[in-house]
């Protein structure tokens, strides 16, 4: 009986070890965005000149 206790007392501890360490991997690993890394860019179109109406 004492092997069996030490046994899930194992399962108990490997579980709670990946419940913590899944989310702190998540945290501190790399980031899984694939956005280049851009900034502001200026506008370079053209003004509109025309007034529009609103009704």
Do not use: W
Not at 12 to 41: H, W
């Amino acid at each position: 009986m004492k092997g069996l206790k030490l046994s899930v007392f194992g399962y108990f501890f490997e579980g709670l070890m990946q419940y913590f360490a899944e989310p702190i991997g998540r945290i501190f690993g790399p980031d899984d965005n694939s956005y280049p890394e851009v900034g502001v860019q200026p506008f370079d179109g053209d003004i509109i000149t025309e007034t529009i109406e609103v009704l």
